[in-house]
């Protein structure tokens, strides 16, 4: 079974902030680290998105084989 990622709204407002952030001073350390964060923080939602996705379609893959096997 083929999905495809749909990349979420909420995800891509947030990279488009951090972005944003980043774009504004890159030489104040708080930004900086505050922007370190929030990346790792955008990495890890995206990895759990793509996590989800996997597991909904091995889930639906096997709905789909023990269906077929009963019939």
């Known amino acids: 079974m083929a999905t495809q990622a749909q ?3 909420h995800l891509a407002t947030a990279r488009t ?3 944003d952030v980043t774009a504004v001073s890159a030489n104040d350390p708080q930004l900086k680290a505050t922007a370190a964060v929030a ?3 955008l990495v890890l939602a995206e990895q ?3 996590v989800r996705l996997v ?3 091995q889930a639906a893959e096997n ?3 023990s269906a077929a096997a009963t019939q």
């Open 17 to 19: 902030l951090l972005d």
């Open 63 to 65: 709905g789909r084989v």
């Open 55 to 57: 597991i909904a379609a």
């Open 48 to 50: 759990v998105a793509a």
């Open 7 to 9: 990349p979420s709204a």
């Open 39 to 41: 990346h790792a923080t």
